[in-house]
């Protein structure tokens, strides 16, 4: 019965999934569809401009606006603001992606309105680590695209103004650290600081994933506060790990005590654990990098379930939640790895239309009422990363698969609108900020990367790009640096190939013995066919990271399935 069914599977999933071999990527297909991507954004970006502007975000469907600095990860929406009239969050949120796009007259159209009107001498209590990711992050990641003499922009008319913006933001957000833990509050009033009983619990994304836009405002303005700070909380953060070195997803920042001891890499804790790569790729402290390395492999010993992730109890590493949550769709742009987990979440997709919320992996089935979809960008994010990797034009047919989605489903006249059940593909009036900073500049940086080109970037977790620069460097860690710097490799190196081009498992191939050291790989034996696909768990060879042999999925593809 249950072959039967896995081959339904399959034989449908033929059908969906097209051959890549037969791609039809030449660069007029790339071009045409980088153009559909820039009307995607401009129908966006107009709509907000006429309808919403200068609030925080559009409604689509009203064409009218919503003050939604204050509502962000406020799920009860409590203390909103009487008197606060939106902070032109979503033109923030659109400085970079129009840098991206080469839009230099509106950018400094842009950049001339903020630094004429815009204050966060405003009585409204904001969520620190979204206004941090969308808001500081927005202002230096464009700051730095202004100063930067490639992007064409008129250099005399710009004199600072984001900077000036954000470190004002950045003095504001101080208060939240001043606790006995150094643990921040996870919510501020950006003109009177903590609120007087203001609640102590916070997430691992909350008080974890700061150090970039925050460490990158200290080495623009040479203030060290700001870098210290949020350092601080890191380190404590990461000493309340557990001995499986694992997290949880909530804690009480001012007993420094976990609450929710389970936790995944999805909701909550997903930037975390890509801070801590990016702070090492950022700053090249090797502190970052034995905190990520050591995160990482809790991460894929106790979540990780075949191409999926599951969560678990800190504590003892037991499986809680077997859930799909949208925002998980990150972890294989992370890995630039992981195609096997991204072809499930594209299996996801295609099974939906789009991504739903969350979905029911011990069942395979939707979650009762996490049915939407608010256009969140993290598929397409990995897509872009992955073809990067890869340059697979397969990445590049899954991207045109989320145009045409988003197109079909959620652009309305006003905009794009998110889709409050995929069931139904009823829309919802709201267009999420993260649409033009991160859906759409990923989805056309993957037919356009013209903008990477002889640069080197790191994207914070709301998209917007940060230069990584040998003056923000520390010493690398020995483990980054290639060994033909530093001495001539030996006989017994030169014979070492990597588990992909050797297409078999290093550690049946490699004598471990005698000082020699086993080389682990990430990596995979290549599937045994062109189009990534399998008919059979004969077909799939070996994982290189553990010998153990691979099985073909429900989706079709050769991973490390476990049994159920
Ligand atoms: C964005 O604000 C960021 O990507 C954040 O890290 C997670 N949630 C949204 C997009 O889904």
């Not at 659109?94 to 004429?116: D, K, M, P, Q, Y």
């Not at 990367?449 to 790191?458: A, C, E, G």
Request: aromatic share 12%.
């Amino acid at each position: 019965m249950l072959v039967y069914r896995f081959r339904i599977w399959v034989l449908l999933l033929l059908v969906i999934f097209p051959d890549p071999s037969l791609s039809h990527f030449d660069s007029a297909k790339k071009m045409q569809m980088r153009e559909k991507v820039r009307k995607m954004f401009y129908h966006a970006y107009e709509n907000y401009m006429t309808h919403a502007f200068p609030h925080d975000e559009l409604k689509p469907l009203s064409r009218s606006f919503t003050d939604s600095l204050s509502e962000l990860g406020n799920l009860k929406l409590e203390h909103l603001p009487q008197d606060y009239n939106g902070t032109a969050l979503t033109l923030i949120e659109s400085l970079s992606s129009l840098v991206i796009l080469g839009n230099c007259t509106e950018f400094e159209r842009a950049v001339l309105w903020l630094s004429e009107n815009l204050t966060f001498d405003v009585d409204a209590r904001v969520n620190l680590f979204e206004c941090n990711i969308r808001v500081l992050g927005g202002l230096v990641s464009a700051h730095i695209l202004a100063t930067d003499s490639t992007n064409r922009l008129v250099q005399g008319s710009y004199k600072n103004q984001l900077l000036v913006l954000a470190e004002d933001l950045g003095r504001r957000f101080l208060p939240a650290f001043d606790t006995p833990t150094g643990l921040p509050y996870a919510w501020i009033n950006l003109k009177y600081g903590v609120m007087k009983n203001e609640t102590t619990e916070t997430s691992t994304s909350g008080c974890g994933s700061l150090i970039l836009e925050m460490g990158a405002l200290s080495r623009l303005t040479g203030d060290p506060r700001y870098e210290s700070a949020a350092l601080r909380a890191l380190r404590k953060l990461w000493s309340m790990r557990s001995s499986l070195n694992l997290l949880g997803t909530t804690l009480d920042m001012e007993t420094g005590e976990w609450i929710e001891h389970s936790s995944g890499i999805g909701a909550g804790v997903d930037s975390f654990y890509e801070y801590l790569f990016k702070a090492h790729i950022l700053f090249g402290k090797e502190d970052f990098w034995r905190m990520f390395h050591s995160a990482y492999l809790a991460v894929q010993k106790y979540f990780r379930h075949g191409p999926w992730y599951h969560e678990a109890d800190m504590r003892t590493g037991k499986a809680t939640y077997w859930q799909l949550t949208s925002l998980q769709a990150f972890w294989p742009g992370l890995q630039a790895t992981a195609n096997t987990s991204h072809r499930e979440f594209v299996y996801v997709w295609k099974k939906f239309g789009v991504l739903p919320e969350r979905y029911l992996l011990d069942h395979q089935m939707l979650h009762p009422t996490e049915k939407y979809y608010p256009l969140r960008p993290e598929l397409a994010e990995s897509t872009f990363y992955l073809y990067q990797a890869t340059k697979d034009p397969w990445y590049m047919e899954v991207g045109e698969t989320i145009v045409n989605s988003l197109n079909s489903y959620t652009k309305v006249e006003g905009g794009f609108a998110s889709i409050r059940d995929v069931t139904t593909m009823q829309t919802e009036d709201h267009m999420h900020s993260f649409f033009l900073a991160e859906t759409c500049k990923y989805l056309y940086l993957l037919f356009d990367d013209s903008f990477l080109v002889d640069r080197n970037y790191i994207f914070t977790t709301e998209g917007h790009p940060l230069p990584v620069l040998s003056a923000w460097q520390e010493r690398l860690p020995e483990i980054y640096i290639p060994s033909n710097w530093t001495y001539v490799k030996d006989e017994k190196q030169t014979k070492r190939s990597s588990a992909m081009s050797l297409q078999v498992c290093p550690a049946l191939s490699l004598n471990a013995g005698h000082g020699e050291q086993l080389v682990e790989s990430a990596c995979h034996v290549p599937d045994a066919r062109s189009d990534h696909k399998c008919f059979s768990d004969e077909e799939c060879g070996v994982d290189s990271a553990s010998c153990r042999r691979r099985s073909c999925s429900m989706a079709g593809y050769c991973g490390l399935w476990l049994v159920v």
